[in-house]
């Protein structure tokens, strides 16, 4: 875990880093990986991935249509809105 | 008022006309006015809302209604758990200005039993610690000792409750996040079966790891609260159909015909002697109940925190994606729509939650993931395995808590050494286990010091049996003195 894996994994994560934090997550994400690694020692082969606790248990229901929030509480926690609608930066230049 | 033992006592008092819902929400916000400046468990007070609910609770019951399971209780909600119309931080700046619309299930539940809803509690930012010192807005002490770390990431919601300022808490728990801070507080934590509590209006850690639950103090206070949370909710999916047993009934004088297991290891390798031999005690005094002793293996048990860090961080990075500065909370002023996530995102987060993030890309991304969460997936069935095993041979699983009793604030600032608060709380997560901590003694310091049950899926009666009857012949009265 190198500061250029660092980058290329924070823009995968929209997540803005400043050189600072970069360095010290480059450190930290190593030692933490480092860690991780202990798992290579363990025989998988022919195991299958759990996923979910109780991955048999599905549930079903009938697609109805139920009362839900109104517009307006909808976009009641936008940072921005108008006409009932989320406001945002442009998109496309 | 003559000092409440718990919940249920207290309930009992308010059917029976000895004290008024009132009475008993004043005494509480007494303890609150005294205490909560030295402890900091709560984010936000509603002194008004709680009144309103006491007031409205004794005018029913002078109408005669029937009130419910939890009528007149105080309690409190981490904040991360909706409660309509308040605001819910999950103690990060991300979601400033944010206001719950609706209330989670187990908040509608708990309102309709009768609870009175104190305010919201403290926790690691978006429950991710184990010392809520990630908290982004607060920092909340241990009660039996100031300078020492409540434990996380329900950190607030087992300080107020060790602290007598609410009579229940609840809190969530993604890798040990009730049971280690009950741990470290002195009180009951349980982690219901995955599945068995609604997540209905709980902001998402990692979903095939959270459950909610509560903080109590005594074991038959958490059996009457799970009666309340536990049960089928269409609003959660992953929520079970499994009925919910009466859980009161399922409390126990003795342990004849129980088989603890125990792991020798999680005893002698404990790294903290008190611990081990509270917990060794604690054991015996089982034993003379009645239970047979049996040793059991989890070979693979030792690999928890490694698969943890992998599936919760996995799961982490896909459910904070939500937080983009679009819908809801903290938006960065910026000239594009691309550049806003970034801004925002980077902003809002602090240094935990961005490391969980960064963990959690990595181990989902193009190169690393078969070897990281595809491999750690693998060795979660083993685990799995592991506890199946181990069931057949016990009933209930003992162990410590928490490797050592609360730290003091400041005193682990290395993230891999944090993350091994967990180690002994992670697999019942990764199994979907039910769990509990309850207080077992204290330290040459006088901290408290947790036993961990475990027990297999929807077996919370045997849980609830083992625990009340480890209680009752405890006898214990571990209180803080502020």
């Known amino acids: ?93 | 008022m003559p000092a409440i033992k718990d919940s249920f006592e207290l309930t009992k008092r308010f059917a029976a006309g000895e004290s008024s819902a009132e009475a008993t929400l004043q005494a509480a916000l007494r303890v609150i006015d005294a205490r909560e400046p030295k402890v900091g468990a709560f984010l936000h007070l509603d002194r008004d809302g709680a009144l309103a609910q006491a007031r409205d609770l004794d005018a029913r019951r002078k109408q005669g209604q029937k009130l419910g399971p939890l009528a007149a209780v105080p309690i409190a909600v981490k904040d991360n758990i909706h409660v309509a119309g308040h605001a819910t931080t999950c103690a990060s700046r991300m979601l400033d200005g944010f206001k719950a619309p609706y209330d989670a299930t187990v908040t509608a539940r708990l309102k309709a039993a009768g609870a009175i809803i104190l305010g919201k509690t403290n926790l690691d930012e978006f429950a991710m610690g184990s010392s809520c010192e990630n908290s982004a807005l607060k920092q909340t002490r241990n009660p039996f000792d100031l300078e020492r770390v409540p434990g996380g990431s329900s950190g607030g919601s087992a300080a107020a409750v060790a602290a007598r300022m609410a009579l229940m808490a609840l809190g969530s728990d993604t890798g040990g996040s009730i049971r280690e801070p009950a741990s470290f507080c002195g009180v009951v934590g349980l982690k219901p079966s995955y599945g068995r509590v609604s997540r209905y209006g709980l902001v998402a850690f990692a979903s095939s790891l959270d459950q909610i639950g509560p903080f109590t103090l005594s074991v038959r206070d958490a059996a009457l609260s799970l009666s309340v949370m536990a049960g089928a909710d269409p609003l959660d999916a992953t929520s079970s159909s499994e009925p919910v047993p009466d859980y009161l009934s399922a409390l126990r004088a003795d342990l004849r015909g129980m088989r603890v297991g125990v792991v020798r290891a999680y005893f002698d390798e404990c790294p903290n002697q008190d611990v081990a031999d509270r917990c060794r005690q604690a054991v015996e005094r089982m034993k003379a109940l009645g239970a047979e002793i049996v040793e059991i293996e989890l070979p693979r048990a030792k690999d928890g925190l490694a698969v943890y860090y992998v599936v919760a961080s996995a799961e982490a990075s896909s459910n904070l994606s939500r937080f983009d500065g679009v819908r809801y909370g903290l938006r960065e002023k910026t000239p594009s729509a691309i550049q806003n996530y970034f801004a925002t995102r980077g902003r809002g987060f602090g240094p935990e939650v961005k490391r969980r993030i960064m963990l959690g890309t990595y181990a989902l991304s193009a190169g690393a993931y078969e070897e990281f969460y595809g491999r750690a997936s693998r060795v979660r069935t083993l685990m799995v395995n592991d506890f199946k095993a181990a069931f057949a041979r016990c009933d209930v699983i003992a162990s410590p808590t928490a490797p050592f009793t609360a730290f003091r604030a400041g005193e682990k600032s290395d993230p891999l050494s944090m993350y091994l608060c967990d180690i002994y709380t992670i697999p019942a997560n990764l199994a979907g286990l039910c769990a509990l901590s309850m207080p077992v003694g204290a330290d040459a310091r006088g901290l408290p010091v947790g036993l961990q049950l475990q027990c297999a899926p929807y077996a919370e009666t045997t849980l609830f049996g083992a625990a009340s009857a480890l209680e009752s012949d405890l006898n214990l009265n571990l209180a803080p003195t502020l």
Do not use: C
């Not at chain 1, 050189?19 to 190593?30: N, S, T, V, W």
């Not at chain 1, 860690?35 to 299958?48: K, P, S």
């Not at chain 1, 599905?58 to 809105?81: C, G, H, I």
């Open chain 1, 1 to 93: 875990m190198d500061e250029h894996t660092v980058r290329h994994v924070a823009k995968l994560a929209r997540l803005e880093l400043d050189e600072a934090e970069i360095r010290r997550m480059a450190g930290e994400l190593a030692k933490i990986t480092g860690y991780i690694e202990q798992l290579r020692a363990v025989n998988v082969e022919h195991v299958a991935p759990t996923v979910h606790p109780f991955f048999d248990l599905n549930a079903w229901r009938e697609d109805e249509v139920k009362p839900s929030f109104s517009r307006a509480e909808a976009v009641s926690n936008a940072p921005e809105q108008e006409e009932g609608f989320f406001r945002v930066p442009p998109v496309i230049e």
